[in-house]
């Protein structure tokens, strides 16, 4: 059975670098004979998350909102890989990819536990993808790459999953991206 990856692409803009990169890793999962799901927020309608609770106790892991981030948690839920591509800005995600990554809180359970030491939400399903974090950013900025991985740590730890976290930066060729890609899809064979 292929396995299954998911792929939430944060791109703001259609063909910008890191919608290339997506549909980099989306053809080159493919020739692997992954399954793939992605979802372009670009095109997606994806609503803020209300924290209205409602999938924690009326819907229990389902979102009330009728839109395209209805199918984030789902799509989660049943991959092996999940990775968020997206611009890197001030250290951190676009609004629209952010916003994205916060309708997975249908995949959390409302009570908490201890996981390595702090509190956090349990996790509503035992399958936890493996979490791959690509960040871009126009040219090289050294605090906003040390932030950009300390908050994907941070994530990873939200997930309570594996993780790995690329950070591409400037202009990227195509042979460039290909050969970024399949470095960072040989270190995930590896694991």
């Known amino acids: 059975m292929p396995r299954r990856a998911f792929i939430l692409n944060g791109s703001t803009t259609p063909g910008d670098p890191p919608d290339r990169i997506s549909v980099g890793l989306d053809r080159s999962l493919r020739d692997l004979e992954w399954h793939v799901d992605r979802m372009d927020v670009h095109w997606a309608r994806i609503g803020p998350c209300r924290v209205c609770n409602a999938c924690a106790f009326r819907t229990p892991g389902e979102c009330t909102l009728s839109d395209d981030g209805r ?15 997206s611009r890197i800005r001030f250290g951190g995600y676009p609004a629209t990819a952010k916003r994205a990554l916060e309708r997975t809180l249908p995949n959390v359970h409302p009570l908490f536990m201890i996981y390595r030491g702090e509190m956090h939400h349990r996790l509503r399903y035992p399958r936890r993808p493996f979490l791959l974090f690509v960040g871009w950013q126009p040219a090289a900025d050294p605090e906003a790459r040390h932030l950009y991985i300390r908050l994907t740590e941070r994530n990873a730890i939200n997930f309570q999953a594996e993780h790995r976290t690329a950070v591409l930066e400037g202009d990227l060729p195509p042979a460039e991206l290909h050969r970024a890609l399949a470095g960072l899809l040989r270190e995930l064979g590896e694991r």
């Open 71 to 85: 199918e984030i948690p789902r799509l989660m839920a049943q991959a092996d890989l999940l990775a968020l591509v």
